[in-house]
């Protein structure tokens, strides 16, 4: 399946963005989806993800900030980013995985191209 992102931007902080990412080539319904971002200098890391029979988790630190939403209908993942802190800023990714739900990157096959958030103090 082949994934692409839109929505990145800047944003001041306490602000909000939405991210979506598109799939083609094949239907989601059956794929967990998650959404990782790296920053410069540091590792990929899990934000967050949807299995697919719809169960959310999250990272610690973006918990009441962030919500993952998925439209099997549409073949499309969203993330929702509210109350966006500096240390938000990444590159955010979306990645899929036929099955069950992991936070490892390595787990996944399927990779979007990144999109970037950037949040200003």
């Known amino acids: 399946v082949q994934l692409v992102e839109s929505g990145g931007g800047l944003v001041q902080a306490g602000g909000s963005l939405s991210l979506s990412c598109a799939a083609s080539g094949r239907t989601l319904s059956r794929y967990s989806l998650a959404w990782f971002r790296q920053a410069p200098g540091k590792e990929r890391e899990f934000v967050g993800g949807i299995s697919w029979i719809g169960a959310t988790t999250y990272k610690d630190s973006v918990k009441g900030r962030f919500t993952i939403s998925r439209d099997n209908a549409k073949n499309t993942l969203s993330l929702q980013m509210n109350n966006l802190k500096p240390e938000d800023t990444a590159v955010y990714y979306c990645?899929?995985?036929?099955?069950?739900?992991?936070?490892?990157?390595?787990?996944?096959?399927?990779w979007g191209q990144g999109t970037q958030v950037t949040v200003s103090s």
């Open positions: 990645a899929g995985h036929q099955g069950n739900l992991y936070s490892s990157a390595s787990l996944y096959r399927s």
